[in-house]
């Protein structure tokens, strides 16, 4: 089961935790040194996480009410035991109502501030970078108005203790990164062709696979659902609510309806081993239904994880559409399409399954070339973008100033059918489709800012779109300029933008977890993903294709005009 391969930001969480262990013996509460300098690395890193917990110490005697506030601030950044150290800071009664599971604020320490409002009455001002919900889904913060969160306190044998308190936990940036850690449940898209990502953060590495296994009897985040679909049944219950290991199994009880189908139980076995391969000390999961151990055969037709595209970047040179060769040197034509794709006088475009078709930009609109077919012209509006074309074929166009006003094409060509959107902008730059084509990320200018969205396909028998979800994944945007986003992996979109002072902007994000920004390089004016986060590349101005190579970028080939998406083959 251990073949994933972890995020970059997971490597420097798990470095950070391992320096804060030194320091733990001599702190109330764990926290690492922010200042020096790290380069944003596509390295891989190691299969087995380091997990450390985070140490908090009780109230002392004497504390006054700033002390036994920013102590009880630091205990909660430790859930163990319900959160039990954080409890001794609350009176007796408050300690037995106190919310802690409704939430995680994750702000900015800098520019946290207290400010007493009265003898029994602190106000704490924080700035939010992001919220965790209750499910686990990590949300970053669009406004960064400061939240006003006020503290009652009162004497409990000459000591004082918190009597009043929000709802959740607020923990700084630095702390979040130790206590908690991403894990990836599975979900499908309808057909069972592919696994889907849904990134959800838990704390309590010894709780975890519990936390994991609730998640997905509970369902797909609420941005996703709408696209996915889940092998459990809704009305399954995990009997007892704990997952023990056990050697390495994973001992999960399900009760609930009765399982008469095969295929059913094969993909929830499915869907837990792939949900649950990067916990901690679990190699392998065993599931029981209504108290009967499962030992059906392993599923033969398994959805797959991580769709693959031809690794060889598809370019226009301005003279040839098609493969370019590992030495950068030339470019091989896709029978039946290049042609047809050089004769457009192509602007942009992007390549179906199997290089059997391409959607492209010409100046009179975006037309759809099959092989062996005419050409068509799908959608002659003017100021198009350039267009994306899914896994079922479908082409979606939209013009870049009118963002609300996008259109969908079968894969037999037709007439477009418009579809509602879940976002507002003024202007949309990028569109791209996963290639297990439940989601669709949106690149968008709104006012000064870039926005980064996300959201779910919902789709009938055929493939054809009924509909985006009604709720938009908003990712880290930026003040920067829009250039163009690009998913590099099944989880994983890059976003390039560039700065008031024109330098190139690169960020990382996989969905559902922090944005990793870094630098691109000079003149970047498009952004490309193969099989893996490390093979990104990047189109200048100049027309070269570079490629990361250490700290720095490293020109591949020359030339290039544009650089053409591509879907699983």
């Not at 959160?83 to 300690?95: D, G, H, K, M």
């Amino acid at each position: 089961m251990r073949d994933r391969v972890r995020h970059p930001r997971a490597l420097r969480a798990a470095l950070a935790a391992l320096a804060t262990a030194l320091l733990a013996l001599t702190t109330a509460c764990v926290s690492i040194p922010t200042s020096g300098s790290v380069n944003p690395g596509l390295a891989e890193a190691p299969d087995q996480p380091v997990d450390l917990d985070v140490f908090a110490r009780g109230p002392q005697p004497g504390a006054t009410q700033q002390q036994i506030l920013d102590g009880f601030i630091d205990a909660a950044a430790s859930p163990s035991g319900n959160y039990e150290i954080a409890r001794q800071f609350l009176t007796e009664e408050f300690s037995d109502v106190w919310e802690a599971d409704t939430g995680v604020t994750i702000d900015v320490l800098a520019d946290r501030s207290f400010t007493p409002v009265s003898t029994d009455v602190i106000r704490a001002q924080a700035v939010p970078a992001a919220s965790l919900a209750p499910n686990g889904q990590y949300l970053e913060s669009l406004a960064g108005a400061p939240l006003q969160l006020e503290y009652r306190f009162q004497q409990v044998d000459g000591e004082w203790r918190i009597s009043s308190a929000p709802s959740g936990v607020l923990m700084d940036e630095t702390n979040f990164q130790l206590v908690y850690r991403d894990y990836t449940l599975a979900f499908f898209d309808p057909q069972f062709r592919f696994v889907v990502p849904d990134v959800r953060f838990f704390a309590g590495r010894d709780s975890a696979q519990t936390s994991i296994v609730r998640a997905l009897l509970a369902g797909p985040a609420e941005w996703l659902a709408p696209g996915v679909v889940s092998a459990f049944p809704e009305d399954l219950t995990l009997d007892p609510g704990t997952v023990p290991v056990s050697n390495g199994v994973a001992e999960v009880s399900l009760a609930g309806a009765a399982f008469d189908n095969l295929r059913t139980v094969q993909l929830m076995q499915y869907q837990l081993e792939q949900s649950l391969q990067s916990v901690r000390n679990v190699d392998d999961v065993q599931l029981s239904l209504n108290g009967v151990v499962q030992s059906s055969p392993e599923l033969t037709d398994r959805p797959e994880r991580s769709p693959r595209v031809d690794p060889r970047p598809v370019v226009y040179d301005g003279q040839a559409f098609g493969h370019l060769a590992a030495t950068g040197a030339e470019v091989s034509p896709i029978g039946g399409i290049s042609d047809q794709v050089v004769g457009l006088a192509p602007t942009g475009a992007a390549l179906g399954p199997d290089g059997t078709a391409a959607a492209v930009r010409a100046a009179d609109g975006v037309w759809l070339v099959r092989e062996d077919a005419e050409q068509e012209l799908l959608d002659p509006r003017a100021g198009l973008i350039v267009p994306a074309l899914d896994v079922d074929g479908i082409v979606w166009s939209v013009p870049a100033d009118a963002p609300d006003q996008l259109a969908w094409f079968a894969s037999d060509g037709g007439e477009g059918n418009q579809i509602g959107v879940p976002w507002t902008a003024s202007r949309i730059v990028s569109l791209q489709v996963s290639r297990d084509g439940t989601r669709l990320v949106a690149l968008l200018a709104e006012g000064s800012r870039t926005r980064v969205v996300a959201a779910s396909i919902q789709r009938d028998e055929a493939g054809r779109p009924l509909g985006l979800g009604p709720v938009a994944l908003e990712l880290a945007g930026t003040a920067a300029a829009p250039i163009d986003v690009a998913w590099l992996d099944p989880g994983t979109v890059g976003t390039l933008t560039q700065s008031a002072g024109g330098e190139p902007r690169l960020a990382l994000q996989e969905l559902g977890a922090p944005s990793d920004p870094g630098e691109g390089p000079a003149g970047a004016v498009q952004v490309d993903g193969a099989n893996s986060i490390r093979d990104l590349r990047v189109l200048t101005s100049d027309g070269d294709i570079a490629t990361r190579a250490g700290v720095g970028w490293q020109v591949q080939s020359r030339d290039v005009v544009f650089l053409a998406t591509q879907q699983t083959d």
